[in-house]
């Protein structure tokens, strides 16, 4: 299957394990970046959205490794807001590109200016985004 890059709150380990629903010690992991896009806020959300930006970089994760039924529950994770489209990536450590299935906009979201912060979403959503998972609820 073909990898996947991520860029928001599924770069932590712990939100993917939840939404896979299962250990992740078999998926191989690199960090990678995007060029000409951006992270961008989401009006009323704590999640970003790939937006096209001259000049912009994204920085993630790749993920090989996933399953026809990890994709499936990425997909019902993701919702109707998104839809997946290949784009190139750079990994961080060897500077190789490879292309990746991206979650991007379905048409529905607003965006804001500047870029989402995952550390900062770390620090002051993560807790509450994870009881929303594990409880059951798409974030």
Known sequence: MQ???FYGTLQDAE???AV???PIGNLAVFDAVVSGY???PIHGQHYPLLVEERGAVTEGVLVHGLSRGDVDR???FEGKEYRT???DVLLVDDKRAVTALVYVSAGRLRTLPGSWSFPEWQKRHK????ARIKSGLTA
């Not at 807790?127 to 994870?130: G, N, S, V």
């Open 38 to 40: 951006r992270a961008a």
């Open 15 to 17: 939100i993917l394990r």
């Open 127 to 130: 807790r509450a985004f994870l």
């Open 85 to 87: 489209a290949p784009l």
């Open 74 to 76: 990425l997909d019902w």
């Open 3 to 5: 990898p996947y890059f």
């Open 20 to 22: 896979l629903r299962r």
